[in-house]
Every structure is written in C-alpha cells, then in structure tokens.
C-alpha cells in the first residue's frame, strides 16, 4: 500500500491527452514540492516533473504538472506511443515513518 | 554528464548480507543528498534510505531499519548500502539516486538483489 495514490491504469489514443492523478496527505503533497517520473519498460525511472510544474531541461512541454491542496496531476498532451510507460509521483514526507514517499505507479497505454 | 552507476548485486541467501555500491561522476559529489529506492519485481518505487552531503543527516524505510546501513565516502564519490539480515521481501532492483531540494533528479540503472535459499 502505498502513501500516495495513484490510479493503476490510464489510456488514451495517439494525439490525445492524459492526466495521472496523486492523492496525498498535508504531511507530504499538502507541504511540499510534487515530481513526475517516468519508468520505460526495463529502464531506471527518469524525472520529468519537479517542484510541482518544472520541466528538467529536455523534457518536451508536452508533458505538464500541477497541485491543489494535497493532490497532484501529471498531463500529457499529443500521445504517441513512446510515452507508453509507468509513471510515478514523489513527494518528500514530514511523518516519522518516510522520508521520501512514492505513488504505486500508473500504466499508461497509448491504444 | 551525471553518473550514478550501481554494483554489488546478486543471489544471497535469506539471514545473509550484501553491500551495494554506487560510483558518482559527472557532479559535485560532496554537494548532494543522495538515496536509495528499491523496486521489486512486477511492483512499484520504494524509497530506502537518504544520507546527507555531509553525512550528517541519515533516515531510513522502517522496512530496512536495524538492518540496512547508508554511508558514503566523498573522497571516492561513492554511495553504499550494507544490507544484512535479508529477506525475500528485499527481492528488486536497488537504484541509487541524486536528490536535490523537493526531488530526486537522477537515478542509476539499478543493480538486482535477490534474496532466495
């Protein structure tokens, strides 16, 4: 179980958009900054969001991120089938027990 | 360029022990935070341990607490992770991460650790 929630599954047609949601709490999202990663299939997980909506240098505009309160939101617009991944939110946590907290993940799948 | 690249997996025996490593370059070592995030098989990111620049600061996942030691040599730009009494539940892929203030901004390509009799 993670501390984040996330859905497990998206989809969307090429071209299209996707939002990925991430519930949190006041103890991790709610206070601080949210980061994106995408996982490739048999790759290391790569960031593309950071303090909520950045972008690191050469990550297309494509992909976009914001907050609310203790939720977060990943979006891609313009599908192709290369964005077909697992993708994750990050947080840090201020409770005892985490230090760095993870979403369970989404799989997107571009059909 | 930054480099974060993992080694020191590989089959153990549970109640055995293993010490991961990760070799830094490409940055400023000695300047970053650094993590550990474990991924087992088929499932999602588990964050493991963080150590300061300094090693000053160190926490860890209750999931590892009391058996797993973070440590780091910045002479060397290295990252360890001593892992003793395993279980099969320490089963994954072990990634060494940079963290910089609110995130964790790049991850190694992850050395696998399997705990098995």
């Known amino acids: 179980q993670s501390v984040l929630t996330q859905p497990p599954s998206v989809s969307a047609a090429p071209g299209q958009k996707v939002t990925i949601s991430c519930s949190g709490s006041?103890?991790?999202?709610?206070?601080?900054?949210v980061s994106w990663y995408q996982q490739l299939p048999g790759t290391a997980p790569k960031l593309l969001i950071y303090d909520n909506n950045k972008r690191p240098s050469g990550i297309p505009d494509r992909f976009s991120g914001s907050k609310s309160g203790t939720s977060a939101t990943l979006g891609i617009t313009g599908l192709q089938t290369g964005d077909e991944a697992d993708y994750y939110c990050?947080?840090?946590?201020?409770?005892?027990?985490?230090?760095?907290?993870f979403g369970g993940g989404t799989k997107l799948t571009v059909l | 360029e930054v480099q974060l690249v993992e080694s020191g997996g590989g089959l153990v025996k549970p109640g055995g022990s293993l010490r991961l490593s990760c070799a830094a370059s490409g940055f400023t070592f000695s300047s970053y935070s650094m993590n550990w995030v474990r991924q087992a098989p088929g499932k999602g990111l588990e964050w493991v341990s963080s150590?300061?620049?300094?090693?000053?600061?160190?926490y860890y996942a209750d999931s590892v607490k009391g058996r797993f030691t973070i440590s780091r040599d910045n002479a060397k730009n290295s990252l360890y992770l001593q892992m003793n009494s395993l279980r099969a539940e320490d089963t994954a892929v072990y990634y060494c991460?940079?963290?910089?203030?609110?995130?964790?901004?790049?991850w190694g390509q992850g050395t696998l650790v399997t705990v098995s009799s």
């Open positions: 991460a940079r963290a910089r203030t609110g995130t964790t901004d790049y």
């Open positions: 006041s103890s991790n999202i709610g206070n601080n900054y």
């Open positions: 990050g947080t840090w946590d201020s409770s005892l027990s985490a230090h760095v907290v």
């Open positions: 150590i300061s620049s300094s090693s000053s600061y160190i």
